[in-house]
């Protein structure tokens, strides 16, 4: 599993992904974040990949006031998940941004997604009690 830049090649495949339908109230299409990396501030877009087969969607932005790497918009698509590609995407997001860039990474996630918030705990991020538009932010240490 590896994330790669959304390219002229991939985004097709990348505007694809679909979660679960229990999953839809938790995350929107993939094409509003790919949007919001081609129009709006500061997001950039990764496709999740296996082998040759794009799975999913993460993006990532930079807070310069707060000095953190944010991570955001993880879609795994329904076909992929319960074989671990959500917990090996967000490693590889963390080793792609263990190189000083940042002393941590933040995320929000809703409070009734109990699934993300086990899945961010495990991984050893931690909620530090700040909420950014009514989710719960967590941050891991790099």
């Not at 699934?115 to 909420?131: D, N, Q, S």
């Amino acid at each position: 599993m590896q994330l790669a830049d959304v390219t002229e090649d991939n985004w097709r495949d990348v505007a694809a992904v679909t979660p679960t339908a229990s999953q839809q109230e938790f995350v929107t299409a993939t094409t509003y974040y790919m949007c919001l990396a081609n129009y709006g501030d500061d997001w950039n877009s990764l496709a999740v990949v296996e082998g040759d087969t794009v799975v999913g969607h993460v993006m990532w932005a930079v807070d310069h006031d707060e000095g953190s790497v944010w991570m955001g918009g993880l879609v795994i698509d329904a076909e992929h998940q319960s074989r671990g590609i959500g917990r090996a995407a967000v490693e590889a997001f963390l080793n792609r941004f263990a190189t000083g860039l940042s002393p941590h990474v933040a995320l929000s996630y809703s409070p009734d997604n109990d699934r993300a918030r086990r899945l961010y705990m495990r991984l050893g991020f931690r909620e530090t009690g700040e909420i950014e538009d009514d989710e719960i932010v967590a941050r891991y240490r790099l």
